[in-house]
T-cell receptor, first 115, second 112 residues
Framework: NAGVTQTPKFRVLKTGQSMTLLCAQD?????MYWYRQDPGMGLRLIHY???????AKGEVPDGYNVSRLKKQNFLLGLESAAPSQTSVYFC??????????????FGDGTRLSIL | GESVGLHLPTLSVQEGDNSIINCAYS??????FIWYKQESGKGPQFIID?????DKRQGQRVTVLLNKTVKHLSLQIAATQPGDSAVYFC???????????FGAGTTVTVRA
């Protein structure tokens, strides 16, 4: 059971380049999330999705866009990369049982460097 | 805004001893709390969770305690092993709000 899979695992970009990070989950979860993690800090929510075709802004959405065309996939796009976007990006997914939240499951991250 | 935070950024513990990792939260509406373990180069891994209608929950070698009066959460690891060396995060969310707020993490180092 793969869980949450992120691709690529590593990437180096030049300032101004664009790229898309892919997240795929095989647990049939309704909710998906993109976080960034910077040194010495916890995870900060960039964007999230409560279902196929819907997305919403999180805590730090500027400079990023997302799409959820299929339930199992959640894409994070950087249209014009900036050095401040150098970070480790994590995708997660979760579900609810009734109205009760269940734990988020995380991928192993994409390490992105912007030169 | 309200946030979740950990009391200490680092914790060094002797192998075989018990570890206690603390977390304070400020949102009185928080309903669901999770502890995650993150090893180097990996994503956060779920350890244990607890809901606000409980004050203690036990797993395998781990216990989570919740004190809603003082908004405090702790993770106890029994008989700490070298494999327990990692960064530990607490996270919380409110009822029917699936978005998590994370603390900055505590780095646990196990001494042989």
């Amino acid at each position: 059971n793969a869980g949450v899979t992120q691709t690529p695992k590593f990437r180096v970009l030049k300032t101004g380049q664009s790229m898309t990070l892919l997240c795929a989950q095989d647990m049939n979860h309704e909710y998906m999330y993109w976080y960034r993690q910077d040194p010495g800090m916890g995870l900060r929510l960039i964007h999230y999705s409560v279902g196929e075709g819907t997305t919403a802004k999180g805590e730090v959405p500027d400079g990023y866009n997302v799409s959820r065309l299929k339930k199992q996939n959640f894409l994070l796009g950087l249209e014009s990369a900036a050095p401040s976007q150098t970070s480790v990006y994590f995708c997660a997914s979760s579900t609810q049982t009734g109205a009760l939240n269940q734990p988020q499951h995380f991928g192993d991250g994409t390490r992105l460097s912007i030169l | 805004g309200e946030s979740v935070g950990l009391h200490l950024p680092t914790l060094s513990v002797q192998e075989g001893d018990n570890s206690i990792i603390n977390c304070a939260y400020s949102n009185s509406a928080s309903d669901y709390f999770i502890w995650y373990k993150q090893e180097s180069g990996k994503g956060p891994q779920f350890i244990i969770d607890i809901r606000s209608n409980m004050d203690k929950r036990q797993g395998q070698r781990v216990t989570v305690l919740l004190n809603k009066t003082v908004k405090h959460l702790s993770l106890q690891i029994a008989a700490t092993q070298p494999g327990d060396s990692a960064v530990y995060f607490c996270a919380e969310t409110g009822f029917n709000d699936y978005k998590l707020s994370f603390g900055a993490g505590t780095t646990v180092t196990v001494r042989a």
